[in-house]
């Protein structure tokens, strides 16, 4: 299975380290960063590639760009691991559309263009014979849309409940845990390197929420948008608030919520019993799936991280690669 | 509810028995003797009464198997309770308008409230109790929250509740 990289930063540069260390049956063909790219049709030696990412701070020739990567090099694979743009999309939008139609995979852990144009880039990939998966997007290392789309197939989703930002969920379970003011939470979350210097992304919902349409173009409807969800976020929240909850066995956790029965698209900080297993600590996430026949399930597991999204990301590397083998266009 | 019963000596208190089995209050009891003709002297009598959700079902069995006749079951009030919490300027936005806007649909009340104020200029967090008759008019108490809340910059934290 041979694949190009877009992105060489904290998931692209754990990608290539596994697939370095483990084998995998994985070839990089290919592999870009924002000022450069490289391409060998034969393999990259990962090694000096990550050597010279350290060094130059870029990873290959500074004369080759991305595109030059998506349009020409041989992969079967395209794994889009850019910045996230939750406006436009791109640059993956232009990445991925030009990948697909080219007749190659594509799997990314770029939210922007999934949340965005779930229903075109699906399309596009319909139309042209091959996948696009986006397990990485959604809950890090938790194989949610595998569950969805495989394990549940057959299952009527009546509602999703999750706990979608492991920022968020730090700083709420450091204020319960140490009677911190949420100041102070949000603050050593900065220091742990677990929130941006900018955290209104995290902490107004915005990041769950756009986790939230994605989830729900998978199992409810295609056309889902940010737009659609009522979103509030955890900076109003108190430690007054959280003794208060916790007099009656219960704390306050932000969660994303899509029920089709009653409508609801939801993210807002809840009150849930202290024994619920959505209740998770620290950066954890958690997502519980309710369904006709299979009843309730809940999956936990790291939300982040740079090889822990990498394990999600090579799940759908090898999926395709067992359940799609042969159906891609090989590459001249 | 209204029962009916022979005017024994035992019976009230038979009757009564299986309230407190399934966990339940008695708030009044009122009784009057009707002359009945053929049927002897019956007793007839009105409790009213606070039960946990979901025993209404067990009590009606459990008198009747005293032998004694329900000859009536009336409104039911406030079985249905929530717990949420509001952050905000409680206290400058009228804590007692925000209470009572739930208190005066008839339906549904704010019967606890714990609140905690820190300094004077900053937000204070309360955790309230409400209760209502049943599913649909707390659902419709808590868009009454809801709307007060946005009309008042509260946050507000609901209870998740799953699909049943
Ligand atoms: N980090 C996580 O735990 C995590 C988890 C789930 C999903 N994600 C998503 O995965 C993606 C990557 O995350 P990350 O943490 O690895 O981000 P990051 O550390 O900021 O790295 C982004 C990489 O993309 C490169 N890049 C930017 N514009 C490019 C372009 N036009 N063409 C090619 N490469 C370009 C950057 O190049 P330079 O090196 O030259 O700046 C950098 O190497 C994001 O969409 C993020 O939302 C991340």
Redesign the interface.
């Known amino acids: 299975m041979r694949v190009a990289i877009l992105g060489m930063g904290s998931v692209g540069k754990g990608l290539l380290q596994v697939i370095n260390q483990k084998d995998l049956g994985i070839t990089v063909t290919a592999v870009a960063d924002s000022k450069s790219a490289l391409m060998d049709r034969d393999g990259i030696s990962i090694e000096e590639v990550l050597e010279a990412k350290k060094i130059h701070g870029y990873c290959g020739d500074t004369s080759l760009s991305s595109v030059d990567v998506v349009t020409k090099a041989a992969y079967d694979v395209l794994v889009e691991v850019t910045p996230t743009n939750a406006t436009t999309g791109e640059p993956a939008l232009t990445h991925i559309l030009q990948a697909l139609t080219r007749g190659r995979h594509v799997v990314t852990s770029n939210k922007g263009p999934i949340a965005r144009e779930f229903e075109r880039l699906h399309r596009c990939a319909a139309k042209n014979g091959v996948m696009l998966r986006y397990e990485a997007t959604v809950g890090g290392a938790i194989p949610v849309i595998h569950v969805l789309q495989q394990g549940l197939a057959g299952n009527r989703v009546?509602?999703i409940?999750g706990v979608l930002n492991g920022t968020c969920n730090f700083i709420l379970s450091r204020m319960a845990a140490e009677g911190l003011s949420y100041e102070q939470a949000l603050l050593e979350a900065r220091e742990m390197g677990y929130a941006e210097a900018d955290p209104t992304y995290d902490v107004k919902g915005i990041d769950p929420a756009i986790k939230l349409v994605i989830l729900a173009n998978t199992f409810w409807k295609k056309t889902v948008q940010l737009e659609d969800v009522d979103i509030?976020g955890i900076d109003?929240?108190?430690n007054?608030?959280i003794?208060?909850?916790e007099?009656?066995d219960?704390t306050?956790r932000l969660?994303a919520?899509a029920?089709p029965?009653r409508g609801i698209l939801r993210v807002?900080?809840?009150?849930?019993p202290l024994s619920?297993p959505?209740v998770v600590e620290g950066t954890l996430n958690a997502i519980?799936i309710?369904t006709d026949l299979a009843g309730?399930i809940t999956l936990i597991g790291k939300g982040a991280g740079s090889v822990e999204t990498a394990s999600a990301i090579i799940g759908d590397i090898l999926f395709i690669r067992d359940f799609h083998a042969g159906s891609h266009k090989k590459a001249p | 509810m209204k029962l009916e019963m022979k005017d024994a000596p035992g019976q009230l208190v038979a009757a009564l028995r299986p309230i407190s089995e399934v966990g339940g209050n008695i708030i009044a009891v009122i009784h009057q003797r009707d002359r009945k003709g053929e049927r002897g002297e019956m007793l007839s009598v009105q409790i009213v009464l606070e039960l946990p959700d979901q025993r209404l079902s067990d009590l009606i069995r459990l008198i009747r198997e005293q032998g004694v006749n329900i000859q009536r079951i009336g409104h039911e009030r406030l079985l249905y309770e929530k717990t949420v919490i509001v952050i905000g300027h409680l206290i400058h936005t009228d804590l007692g308008d925000t209470v009572d806007r739930i208190d005066c649909t008839g339906f549904a009340e704010v019967t606890g409230l714990n609140i905690s104020m820190p300094a004077i200029t900053q937000v204070s967090s309360a955790r309230l109790v409400i209760k209502a008759v049943n599913k649909e008019d707390m659902e419709q108490a808590m868009e009454i929250l809801r709307r007060v809340s946005r009309e008042k910059d509260f946050l507000l934290v609901e209870p998740l509740e799953e699909v049943e």
């Open positions: 009546r509602a409940y509030t109003m929240i108190t007054d608030a003794r208060l909850a007099e009656e219960c306050i969660i919520e029920n029965e807002a900080p809840r009150l849930l619920h959505l519980t309710e309730e």
